[in-house]
Nanobody
Framework: QVQLVESGGGLVQAGGSLRLSCAASENINKFITMDWYRQAPGKQRELAARINRGGGTNYADSVKGRFTISRDNFKDTVYLQMNSLKPEDTAVYYC???????????????WGKGTQVTVSS
């Protein structure tokens, strides 16, 4: 199973920026989607941003216009550029990778261990 390692989290003031990285141990072209999820304290994990193998992207309404997901196929890394951060963006951010086979089987794919993002007001 692929290993996903997130990095780049930290403490930032409201209005600031962070860039998260998700480094994969395998060629990311094998995954039909690579996602950034987030989970705030006491809340369910939610999808923040998605990038598919063709480069198409989707965003949660709450982050549209502020977050940008991108991928570097040579480095097997997916990024999440987060601008204009708000206190409500505070969460643990997780990377997810899904293969075509996992999609057909209805399983959730592979997860990283997460990176904490804290936005102070």
């Amino acid at each position: 199973q692929v290993q996903l390692v997130e990095s780049g989290g930290g403490l930032v003031q409201a209005g600031g920026s962070l860039r998260l990285s998700c480094a994969a141990s395998e060629n990311i072209n094998k995954f039909i989607t690579m996602d950034w999820y987030r989970q705030a304290p006491g809340k369910q994990r939610e999808l923040a941003a998605r990038i598919n193998r063709g480069g198409g992207t989707n965003y949660a309404d709450s982050v549209k216009g502020r977050f940008t997901i991108s991928r570097d196929n040579f480095k097997d890394t997916v990024y999440l550029q987060m601008n204009s951060l708000k206190p409500e963006d505070t969460a643990v951010y997780y990377c997810n990778a899904l293969t075509q086979e996992e999609y057909r089987e209805g399983v959730s794919g592979s997860w990283g261990k997460g990176t904490q993002v804290t936005v102070s007001s």
